[in-house]
């Protein structure tokens, strides 16, 4: 099972990728999410040139060094959303389409496949597929404080990275908090998979934890809201940053990156 700190331990991992300013590597995630949206809905090309996208992504993936089976079942965790909502293109006829040509294909209860919803899902399961690949490769390439300082120093509203680093400041500790909830419960044996107890004091004893944490949730809310104010936060408070600058190699890799989303585009 992956767990958050496997997660964010490959962030902490050396390579060439690891090292490029995160808000390099934010623009390039942004790039790639912008071109693959921006692609036609139904085109010939499309499946070929987001194949190659993915190809270079997963390229990006290798120099970077990463757990292989971390990102893979990453990706599949996430993949039944995009999954489910490709698997009915085929059945729907959209507006967008003038005419269909049905696929031959006998199915019941008058139901039809057409060979434009088959490109559509096809094309939008692998716009999900890129989209996703390229999230989860920044994600692993850098510390999630990283990434919420290269969006604030990015022009991001402070409000919005200000909850953002608090989510990311205390995502752990309730992390941590959680498994210390399950291990007492191990130590009382407690299985949320055991069929030989009733499946009602299984859900209550599930409420009853979610409970319990959103009331911790609230109570360390409050003293950490307290201890801001004692020292003085407010919204003319200042950020201290961990002061990178953009040099040639970040500048390189946005170059190469960019060329080669280009010469997909162009020549394929």
């Known amino acids: 099972m992956v767990s958050l700190t496997d997660i964010e331990r490959e962030s902490y991992k050396n390579s060439p990728v690891h ?29 070929v040139r987001l194949l190659s996208v993915e ?60 060979y434009e919803g088959l490109a559509f899902g096809t094309t939008l399961l692998m716009k999900f597929l890129v989209c996703v690949t390229a999230v989860i490769l920044l994600s692993s390439t850098t510390r999630m404080r990283d990434m919420v300082t290269a969006a604030d120093r990015l022009g991001v509203p402070r409000e919005f990275t200000l909850l953002l680093s608090m989510m990311v400041r205390y995502l752990f ?50 003293k950490t809201y307290i201890s801001m104010l004692c020292r003085g936060y407010g919204s003319g408070h200042e950020k201290a940053y961990y002061r990178m600058k953009i040099g040639l190699k970040d500048g390189i890799f946005l170059f190469v990156s960019l060329g080669c989303v280009l010469s997909i585009h162009f020549f394929i």
């Open 173 to 222: 500790l309730f992390w941590a908090v959680l498994k210390r909830i399950r291990i007492a419960q191990q130590t009382r044996l407690f299985d949320i998979w055991n069929k030989d107890v009733p499946r009602k004091w299984v859900l209550e004893q599930v409420g009853h934890s979610i409970s319990s944490i959103f009331i911790r949730s609230y109570e360390q809310g409050e």
């Open 19 to 47: 090292r490029l300013d995160p808000r390099i590597k934010l623009i390039f995630t942004l790039l790639v999410i912008i071109y693959v949206v921006s692609l036609p809905r139904i085109h010939e090309q499309n499946i």
């Open 55 to 114: 190809t270079y992504l997963l390229l990006l993936v290798l120099l970077a060094g990463l757990d292989l089976r971390y990102f893979g079942l990453r990706i599949l965790a996430v993949l039944p959303f995009g999954l489910g909502i490709a698997l009915f293109q085929p059945f729907i006829r959209h507006s967008f389409v003038e005419s269909y040509t049905p696929y031959p294909l006998d199915l019941p209860f008058g139901l039809s496949v057409t």
